[in-house]
């Protein structure tokens, strides 16, 4: 895995130059595109959501496109449309901004549920279906959605079905004090983001997620994975638990964490430090819980807490 590692490094030190001081986040992102997986970033304004995706898209050499979303936006205006062309009468499909590689689905509780739904197909199976006709998407695809967790205005909240296609949902967070002082810096003249350049390729991305595939994980380590998860089924303060989906997902990204560390195999420590960004919010919390405050975060911890860790030799 070392090739993964080195590729994972890479990209921190690009993703650096102009997002300063979220490893954390760059973590996450860095194990969803491993993943060829999609990402919620749910986020107060001006924390650097648009930015970050438009780094790791000048750092991939990867086509960006951005659909601002809004409450009059059509499904059309995502997946593109068929128009006649009078000169040789026949319709020709233009593709929408979901045609690209690195998409960023700005405030995507803004659009309408018809709208969102146009999202689906293309999150699940990379494909995009108009007038009966199935277009392929290119790869590597991934989604970046943003939402304001604070205003709901004017806004409509994800349902299930979709919350359910993001791989894994992370939050920026505000810089420290040190941190907000190196981004004035860095902004004095122009803003870094002008001198990024591709350092990887897409090809090379789709190696590094066909490597990751082949980490192992031990069958102790797959019972804890479907344990978490089922026990989210059943908790009193859990409404609706993770899907198989959840559980294919933590598989997954802990393949990609593991790999990124320079391991060829996962270890619980791996599946408990993605659990949070994965399960939580596949997760609904019942109306009593929520009146007491709990949260879709905290209820995760609890499961971490109650599930057994496995012990053993976790290699092939």
Same mark, same amino acid.
């Given at each position: 895995?070392?090739?993964?590692?080195?590729?994972?490094?890479?990209?921190?030190?690009?993703?650096?130059?102009? /997002?300063?001081?979220?490893? =954390?986040? %760059? $973590?996450?992102?860095?194990?969803? +595109?491993?993943?060829?997986?999609?990402? @919620?970033? &749910?986020?107060?304004?001006?924390?650097?959501?648009?930015?970050?995706?438009?780094?790791?898209?000048?750092?991939?050499?990867?086509?960006?496109?951005?659909?601002?979303?809004?409450?009059?936006?059509?499904?059309?205006?995502?997946?593109?449309?068929?128009?006649?062309?009078?000169?040789?009468?026949?319709?020709?499909?233009?593709?929408?901004?979901?045609?690209?590689?690195?998409?960023?689905?700005?405030?995507?509780?803004?659009?309408?549920?018809?709208?969102?739904?146009?999202?689906?197909?293309?999150?699940?199976?990379?494909?995009?279906?108009?007038?009966?006709?199935?277009?392929?998407?290119?790869?590597?695809?991934?989604?970046?959605?943003?939402?304001?967790?604070?205003?709901?205005?004017?806004? /409509?909240?994800?349902?299930? =079905?979709? %919350? $359910?296609?993001?791989?894994?949902? +992370?939050?920026?967070?505000?810089?420290? @004090?040190? &941190?907000?002082?190196?981004?004035?810096?860095?902004?004095?003249?122009?803003?870094?983001?002008?001198?990024?350049?591709?350092?990887?390729?897409?090809?090379?991305?789709?190696?590094?997620?066909?490597?990751?595939?082949?980490?192992?994980?031990?069958?102790?380590?797959?019972?804890?994975?479907?344990?978490?998860?089922?026990?989210?089924?059943?908790?009193?303060?859990?409404?609706?638990?993770?899907?198989?989906?959840?559980?294919?997902?933590?598989?997954?990204?802990?393949?990609?964490?593991?790999?990124?560390?320079?391991?060829?195999?996962?270890?619980?420590?791996?599946?408990?430090?993605?659990?949070?960004?994965?399960?939580?919010?596949?997760?609904?919390?019942?109306?009593?819980?929520?009146?007491?405050?709990?949260?879709?975060?905290?209820?995760?911890?609890?499961?971490?807490?109650?599930?057994?860790?496995?012990?053993?030799?976790?290699?092939?």
């Amino acid at each position: 895995m070392t090739d993964v590692k080195e590729f994972g490094e890479k990209l921190f030190a690009n993703l650096e130059t102009v /997002f300063i001081g979220k490893r =954390a986040a %760059l $973590d996450l992102i860095t194990v969803g +595109l491993l993943c060829q997986g999609h990402l @919620l970033i &749910e986020d107060v304004p001006g924390v650097g959501k648009t930015v970050l995706a438009r780094t790791l898209a000048k750092s991939l050499g990867c086509a960006f496109n951005r659909l601002q979303f809004t409450p009059d936006m059509l499904p059309s205006d995502v997946t593109g449309t068929s128009i006649f062309n009078q000169e040789n009468h026949k319709f020709e499909f233009r593709p929408g901004p979901l045609f690209g590689q690195i998409i960023l689905a700005d405030e995507i509780n803004r659009a309408t549920p018809k709208t969102q739904a146009a999202l689906l197909e293309a999150m699940e199976e990379r494909q995009v279906t108009v007038d009966g006709i199935t277009h392929i998407l290119p790869r590597p695809f991934m989604i970046l959605a943003t939402q304001n967790p604070i205003e709901y205005e004017g806004t /409509f909240p994800l349902p299930e =079905a979709q %919350l $359910d296609r993001f791989l894994l949902r +992370l939050r920026l967070g505000y810089p420290s @004090l040190s &941190e907000e002082i190196r981004v004035l810096e860095n902004q004095q003249l122009q803003h870094p983001i002008e001198t990024v350049s591709a350092i990887i390729s897409a090809q090379e991305v789709l190696q590094a997620a066909a490597a990751v595939k082949t980490v192992f994980v031990s069958p102790a380590v797959k019972r804890y994975i479907v344990d978490l998860v089922q026990r989210s089924r059943q908790h009193s303060d859990i409404y609706l638990g993770a899907s198989p989906r959840g559980s294919l997902a933590l598989f997954r990204s802990a393949q990609a964490r593991a790999a990124l560390l320079g391991r060829a195999y996962v270890l619980p420590d791996d599946v408990k430090a993605l659990a949070g960004a994965v399960l939580a919010h596949r997760i609904i919390v019942n109306p009593a819980a929520r009146l007491r405050e709990v949260t879709a975060e905290r209820l995760v911890q609890e499961l971490l807490l109650a599930v057994a860790v496995p012990g053993g030799t976790f290699t092939a």
